[in-house]
C-alpha cells in the first residue's frame, strides 16, 4: 500500500515510517501541510497519517480540505492533542481514526491494518492465484502447500501483482504503489525484486505465475 505520513517532527516522522516500510508499505513523508496536500492531488494514496500541529497549514485545515474535495482516502490522526474536544473535532472533520502520542508502534500498525482493511474487524481475505496463497492476516506466502519467506520488498511485490491479477503492470506502476516518492526510476531495482520474487514462486513448480510483457512491464497470470 502506498501512504502519506504528514508529520513536521524528523524523529517521528522516520520512527513511523521505518515500522510501516517494515511492514511492506511505501511511504512519503511530508514535513507541511501545503506540501502534503499537493502530493495528495498527484498520488492515489491508501491511507494518510497527519498530525495536527503543522507550520503553514495545520492538520484540521488538511482534513476539512480533504473532506470538501470528496476525498475519501482513510485518515488516521496522530497526535499530543488527546482532549476529548480534540478528539471529536477530528472525527466530526472526517478523520477515521484518532492516535494520541505518544503511542506503542504495536498499536499504530493494528490501526493502519484495520483501516487499511476498510471492512471493519472482519480479517483481510487470502489472495490467491492457483496453488498460491498469501495471508495478509498472517504475512505468509505458501505455494503447492509450501511456506516462501520472503523479504519486505519481495512480499509488497507479491501482494501487488495478487491484486491485480492479469493486468499488465509497468515498471511505473510498480514503482508507485512498492517504493516511495524518492525511487530512482532509471534503475533496474525492479527488474531485480521480480527475479528475486521468481526465483522463489516459480522456479521448481509446475508452471510460472510471472510474465515478463517486452518493453512494458510484468503480469501475473494465474
Same mark, same amino acid.
Given at each position: 500500500m502506498r501512504l502519506l505520513v504528514v508529520e513536521d517532527e524528523e524523529k517521528v516522522a522516520r520512527f513511523v515510517s521505518r515500522a510501516l516500510e517494515a511492514e511492506g508499505h511505501a511511504v512519503d513523508v511530508s514535513i507541511e501541510g501545503e506540501a502534503a496536500l499537493e502530493q495528495v492531488e498527484w498520488v492515489a494514496y491508501d491511507l494518510i497519517l497527519l498530525d495536527l500541529t503543522l507550520p503553514k497549514k495545520g492538520g484540521y485545515e488538511i482534513l476539512h480540505h480533504l473532506r470538501k474535495q470528496k476525498c475519501a482516502v482513510p485518515v488516521l490522526i496522530m497526535t499530543a492533542r488527546g482532549s476529548v474536544d480534540d478528539r471529536v473535532k477530528g472525527l466530526d472533520l472526517g478523520a477515521d481514526d484518532y492516535l494520541?502520542?505518544?503511542?506503542?508502534?504495536?498499536? @499504530?500498525?493494528?490501526? =493502519? +491494518?484495520?483501516?487499511?482493511?476498510?471492512?471493519?474487524?472482519g480479517p483481510a481475505p487470502l489472495l490467491q492465484a492457483d496453488d498460491l496463497v498469501l495471508d495478509p492476516a498472517k504475512r505468509e506466502v505458501h505455494r503447492a502447500g509450501q511456506?516462501?519467506?520472503?523479504?519486505v520488498k519481495e512480499y509488497a511485490l507479491l501482494e501487488y501483482f495478487l491484486r491485480n491479477p492479469d493486468r499488465i503492470l509497468s515498471r511505473a506502476m510498480i514503482a508507485e504503489h512498492v517504493w516511495d516518492?524518492?525511487?530512482d526510476t532509471f534503475t533496474n531495482v525492479i527488474d531485480v525484486y521480480v527475479?528475486?520474487?521468481?526465483?522463489?514462486?516459480?522456479?521448481?513448480?509446475?508452471?510460472? @505465475?510471472?510474465?515478463? =510483457? +517486452?518493453g512494458v512491464g510484468y503480469v501475473l497470470k494465474p
Open positions: 494520541v502520542k505518544p503511542f506503542a508502534i504495536e498499536e @499504530l500498525l493494528a490501526r =493502519v +491494518r484495520a483501516l487499511l482493511r476498510r471492512g471493519g474487524s511456506k516462501i519467506d520472503l523479504s516518492i524518492h525511487f527475479n528475486y520474487l521468481r526465483n522463489k514462486i516459480d522456479r521448481g513448480f509446475a508452471h510460472p @505465475l510471472i510474465h515478463t =510483457v +517486452r
